[in-house]
């Protein structure tokens, strides 16, 4: 995307990408790693990304949740010789089929791998994750979906504006996550438009 290819100076960004899925091709062919990528980076004028400044991108595409690929892409990007990753953004996480018990996963940071696989490299690496909470809202309370459950990472949300410049009506967005954990931690960390 042309908002990604430079930096807020104008300077060349690099990317580094990999695919881990098999699909063939580092390619984001549903749009949304662009959207999360132009959310961080974008240099565009009218919508500039929240690190504009960023010099490197890495692209591990996978598809999320629970799966080798996904661990693998997240080890990738961490230990990757060129430049590993400082920041990991996670914008993806298990989705629950519905909002009785049997869909919910029990998100109590030791229920999944990718969680812990988060929590370790957070530790281990000194890296920053940044989770989503999910969107899985409309269930209520512990509807988060993993990794949001981990210990170690700063779990994000969504806000409804209201459509106003107001802060004061401001409300968590009806299909974004909420908490707590299963074991009762309060996540998400942060919400935000």
């Not at 990753?85 to 109590?108: K, P, Q, R, V």
């Amino acid at each position: 995307h042309p908002a990604l290819a430079t930096d807020a100076e104008g300077v060349s960004r690099t990317f580094i990408s990999q695919d881990f899925t098999s699909s063939g091709t580092t390619d984001d062919t549903n749009g949304h790693g662009t959207h999360v990528a132009g959310i961080i980076a974008s240099s565009d004028s009218t919508y500039e990304g929240v690190a504009p400044g960023v010099d490197n991108l890495i692209n591990a595409k996978h598809l999320g949740g629970v799966t080798s690929d996904t661990l693998a892409a997240l080890d990738w990007a961490i230990t990757n010789p060129s430049d590993g990753a400082e920041i990991l953004s996670n914008s993806w996480g298990m989705a629950t089929d519905s909002c009785d018990d049997i869909g919910f996963t029990y998100s109590d940071g030791e229920t999944t791998y990718s969680t812990k696989y988060i929590d370790a490299a957070v530790d281990y690496y000194d890296t920053i994750s940044v989770n989503a909470a999910g969107n899985d809202g409309l269930c209520g309370f512990y509807s988060l979906t993993a990794p949001a459950d981990s210990y170690n990472a700063i779990v994000v949300g969504a806000v409804d504006d209201q459509g106003t410049v107001a802060r004061n009506d401001d409300l968590i967005a009806d299909y974004s996550s909420i908490g707590p954990t299963w074991d009762e931690r309060k996540k998400p960390d942060l919400v935000a438009i």
